[in-house]
């Protein structure tokens, strides 16, 4: 039989697995713990699932593959899957940066502070590295990435105290600001256009305290993004 293979962000993703065991939440068809095991990059895994069709998909592929004793597949919501300090490194992917928050939240009497969190929300991150940040958690590594039309972003965070991140660290991230690659770029670009129609749509709309407020917000946003884009089209002359 051969190897599992992975998509090019499930890819990166594994790349940042340590220790010796995986609990992935969220785990679908348990590709990213089999592939992780049957590279030898951990001993064991743990494939969290709170739907019970994922959670049986989950069971065909491990009992496919023969690795019932190395990779356990379990119901249950976030983090109630694992026991205190079980997992050397967690991984939630493919989700809501809202919602990768409310697990964690949800789930933090299962963090022992040794574990390391590897995280790829679909959009939001901004909202994980707040949270991150208030929980005793520093960022270490961060990716973005293009795949199939659409970017994501992997945040790699451990327990430890950092400096406070500043607001435009916050949103676009600190490692992702200082590499700026083209995914980067395209994000940001594409955000631009997207939050220049919501300014427009705004103009045209009927003057309340509320429609002033967002308006202020969405300025605020498409002012960093112009500044953001503009350091890096004139770091490219200088280079």
Known sequence: MNLVTLSNRLGYVATFVTGKTLADIGSDHAYLPCFVVENGLVEKAIAGEVVLGPYNAAMRQVSARQLQEKIAVRLGDGLDVIAYGEADSITICGMGGSLIVQILEAGKTKLSGHERLILQPNVGAELIRAW????????????????DGKIYEILVAESGSCEALTDVEERFGPYLLKEKNEAFIKKWMLELTHMRVVEAQLRGAKVTAQVQQKQTEVGQVIGQIVAVLADEENGSLGR
């Open 132 to 147: 991150l940040l208030s929980n005793g958690k520093r960022l270490v590594a961060e990716t973005i990435l293009e795949e």
